[in-house]
């Protein structure tokens, strides 16, 4: 199975930082790389999926990057609605698989 | 507007057995991979089955192969866990979710697996 490995596994931030969640993929997978977000007690929503396109809806402060095997969620300006969990999944071989997931919390 | 309605979680005991069912609306069901994803409490997503469009590709995470079937009624417009040989360790929310890329996801159903 394909690992993936989410860094960092927590993260304190401040509204209005810039912040980087990057996932490493354990072998390539092109760019069948999807990023959601989860608040507590509510399903996932999909930001971007094929590694760098924003999901419908999705405020366009939300952006990814890479291919291959490194990969990277940016969030340009944080707001208080952002402060979530966030996870990585792999598509591109079966059986899918997430990252850890990264706690984003307010410093 | 895109919706997935879970149902068919409870309590059950060890060795049981429990289906879950969604029921979808708002784009064109046939058309699409369907998967269902599973959170154990205070834990990480887990990736567990999916299934294509026409019900002849079905794919699973080795935890569950065996005891687990994914199918679909394109019909019904619904998509289905049935979960066999329940263990305390398949306790989680089921979340069923559109496309092999988890497009949309519906609110999620609770499987407690205790005795």
């Known amino acids: 199975d394909i690992q993936m490995t989410q860094s960092p596994s927590s993260l304190s931030a401040s509204v209005g930082d810039r912040v980087t969640i990057t996932c490493r993929a354990s072998q390539g997978i092109g760019n069948d790389l999807g990023w959601y977000q989860q608040k507590p007690g509510k399903a996932p929503k999909r930001l971007i999926y094929a590694a760098s396109s924003l999901h419908s809806g999705v405020p366009s402060r939300f952006s990814g990057s890479g291919s291959g095997t490194e990969f990277t969620l940016t969030i340009s300006s944080l707001q208080p609605e952002d402060f979530a969990t966030y996870y990585c999944?792999?598509?591109?071989?079966?059986?899918?698989?997430f990252g850890q997931g990264t706690k984003l919390e307010i410093k | 507007e895109v919706q997935l309605v879970e149902s068919g979680g409870g309590l059950v005991q060890p060795g049981g057995s429990l289906r879950l069912s969604c029921a979808a609306s708002g784009f064109t069901f046939s058309s699409d991979w369907m998967s269902w994803v599973r959170q154990a409490p205070g834990k990480g997503l887990e990736w567990v089955a999916k299934?294509?469009?026409?019900?002849?590709?079905?794919y699973y995470v080795d935890s569950v192969k065996g005891r687990f079937t994914i199918s679909r009624d394109n019909a019904k417009n619904s998509v289905y866990l049935q979960m066999n040989s329940l263990r305390a360790e398949d306790t989680a929310v089921y979340y069923c979710?559109?496309?092999?890329?988890?497009?949309?996801w519906g609110q999620g159903t609770l499987v407690t697996v205790s005795s």
């Open positions: 299934i294509n469009q026409h019900g002849s590709e079905k």
């Open positions: 979710a559109r496309y092999q890329g988890l497009g949309y």
């Open positions: 999944l792999q598509y591109n071989t079966n059986p899918s698989t």
